[in-house]
């Protein structure tokens, strides 16, 4: 894998902007679920450096748990329609009022499934809290309850976002220069 300066377009979102809102998030979440009854819920692996961030600026008692799902072929950046579920959650959610934190909305197809494969097993609520939406490439009708930033159309990685599965580490947004890119495989 190049180094992520080698295709690098722009940072998008720089580190300060990502924390300063993240840490308004938290307070909103915080604000929103007081009483210590709140399952954050992280949708492997994109969701992981926002969830923690998230998790640390929530101020109310809460748990975590995990799942991962499948939307996207091997090597391909298109979502195909349905989520598949690889990794299951361990708790049990009925009853529980849970939040699902997610890197990004891109065709909204991985949220939607997600949704529908959770409201089956009788959460008290259930919402949604992405750290990205590209609105310009919505195909199924979702709702995000919390919201980092609105980004244009343009592949980005970094902040949990991967470049086939580099780069989830940087501390920033950027935009990947897909002219530079050369993919592996
Ligand atoms: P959706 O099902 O099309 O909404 O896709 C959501 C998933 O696609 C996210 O969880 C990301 O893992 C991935 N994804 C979408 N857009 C990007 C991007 O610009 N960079 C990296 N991953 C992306
Ligand atoms: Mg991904």
Known sequence: MQNYKDV?????????TLQARVKELGAQI???????DLLLICILRGG?????DLSRSITSPH?????AVSSYGV??????????????????????????????VDSGHTIASVLNMLHTRQPKSLKVCAL???PERREANVTIDYLGFTIPNKFVFGYGLD??????????????????YKPSN
Do not use: C, W
Request: charged fraction near 30%; avoid cysteine.
């Open 30 to 36: 915080s604000a929103d679920y007081p009483d210590g």
């Open 132 to 134: 990205l939406d590209k």
């Open 75 to 104: 090597g391909a950046r298109e979502s195909t329609g349905s989520a598949r579920v690889t990794l299951d959650l361990q708790m049990d959610i009925r009853g529980q009022q849970v939040l699902l934190v997610e890197d990004i």
């Open 63 to 67: 748990k975590m748990d995990f799942m």
């Open 163 to 180: 470049l086939d599965e580099y780069h989830r580490n940087l501390n920033f947004v950027g935009v990947v220069d897909l002219e530079k």
């Open 8 to 16: 690098l377009a722009e940072i998008l979102i720089d580190p300060e």
């Open 48 to 52: 992981v450096p926002f969830m923690v």
